[in-house]
């Protein structure tokens, strides 16, 4: 199985009045990952919606392990999988310094087609390097 990984650095707007990521950005860092992971595999969310296909989040499971704050650089990491109609995103997120661990999360995707929920061969396929052998 391949991991993908990409660093993002924290902007100060993304802080709440702890001094805090705000939880609710760590969904844009994994969703921002997901992107650049599709980006550099070599179909893009515009080629997708060009395709007809539209991969959306059908669930997020998300344990926050540690705070990030200003000054921080983030390493994303993620590895695909596949559970039957679904598509797993296990996510992890460490900080880049010394990769003690921050976030570890299950991105649950289903894919429509043509506006319609489908089992998502046709992204199997376009992501079958990237899925864990004995769930393809």
Same mark, same amino acid.
């Given at each position: ?30 969703? &921002? ?5 599709? +980006? +550099?595999?070599?179909?893009? *969310? ?12 059908? #669930? ?27 598509? &797993? *995103?296990?996510?992890?997120?460490? #900080? ?15 894919? &429509? ?13 376009? *992501? ?7 769930? +393809?």
């Amino acid at each position: 199985m391949k991991t993908f990984s990409t660093r993002i650095a924290v902007r100060d707007y993304e802080l709440d009045s702890q001094g805090i990521v705000n939880n609710a950005n760590y969904l844009h860092y994994l969703e &921002l990952a997901r992107h650049e992971f599709c +980006q +550099q595999a070599g179909y893009s *969310f515009a080629q997708m919606a060009a395709d007809g296909l539209d991969p959306v989040v059908r #669930r997020a499971e998300l344990d926050y392990i540690a705070p990030l704050r200003m000054g921080d650089v983030m390493e994303v990491e993620l590895t695909m999988s596949r559970r039957g109609a679904k598509f &797993l *995103f296990n996510q992890a997120i460490f #900080r880049a310094a010394d990769h003690s661990p921050v976030l570890r999360a299950v991105i649950t995707i289903a894919c &429509l087609e043509g506006g319609r929920i489908s089992r998502g061969d046709r992204l199997a396929e376009k *992501f079958a390097d990237y899925l864990t052998d004995s769930e +393809q």
